[in-house]
């Protein structure tokens, strides 16, 4: 999608990934949550400040512009950073999106798990790729009724689906975001495997 453009290799990548950072950081869902009427989504539900704990707060639009929106920033530095710098600058600005949703500077460093994120930078990446990734998810809550292990699924199988498209750069990126996104679902996979996480529509 991108093509690979090298000037001054590490200031224009650091720009990068300092923008993507700066864009993944503003927390769409604590700001949607409060705007709703629901409060403090940190002290709610799981305390995380993505779109699933803010549907805990029972304000169904609220979420769904969280998940819009977070997965809008990542997308969003994917393209600009791209237009600028290339695929190395892509990967560096969606590398930056998705650590500063996780690590937002403005909530002491504890943000969300990162999947909508995810998905927007994958989908600006290559959005066929984006779209698979989706439907995978898509495919797996109708089978399992389980968003975190639908999202663990997914994520597992972007690196590959990135792969087949003929992105290697992007592939190596889907597959070091994976990785932190089972380590953000630490907690979600020790709960399925002893059988209590959560399924969608329960608390």
Same mark, same amino acid.
């Given at each position: 999608?991108?093509?690979? %453009?090298?000037?001054?290799? *590490? ?6 990934? @300092?923008? !993507?950072? @700066? ?30 704990? %803010? ?18 920033? !990542? ?16 990967? #560096?600005?969606? $590398?930056?999106?998705? $650590? ?13 798990? *990162? ?7 994958? $989908? ?13 998810? $898509?495919?797996?809550? #109708? @089978? ?21 498209? *003929?992105?290697?750069?992007?592939? %190596? ?5 994976? %990785? ?14 002893? !059988? ?8």
């Amino acid at each position: 999608m991108f093509d690979f %453009v090298q000037p001054w290799w *590490g200031l224009h990548y650091a720009v990068s990934l @300092l923008l !993507g950072y @700066l864009l993944g950081s503003i927390p769409f869902g604590l700001i949607f949550a409060r705007l709703a009427g629901a409060g403090d989504v940190r002290k709610i539900g799981s305390g995380n400040i993505g779109a699933t704990n %803010v549907l805990r707060t029972g304000k169904k639009g609220a979420a769904a512009l969280t998940l819009i929106f977070d997965g809008a920033k !990542g997308a969003a530095a994917v393209l600009i950073a791209g237009s600028f710098y290339g695929i190395g600058g892509a990967a #560096a600005a969606g $590398l930056g999106a998705f $650590l500063g949703h996780i690590f937002p500077v403005w909530l002491g460093f504890k943000g969300g798990k *990162g999947v909508a994120t995810f998905l927007g930078v994958m $989908l600006a990446l290559a959005w066929p790729v984006g779209l698979a990734v989706a439907a995978t998810w $898509l495919a797996a809550a #109708a @089978l399992w009724r389980i968003s975190s292990l639908s999202a663990l699924i997914a994520a597992a199988l972007a690196p590959l689906y990135m792969w087949m498209w *003929g992105e290697s750069l992007a592939a %190596v990126l889907a597959a070091v975001l994976t %990785v932190i996104i089972f380590i953000t679902h630490r907690d979600n996979i020790a709960r399925i495997a002893s !059988g209590s996480e959560p399924h969608i529509g329960r608390a």
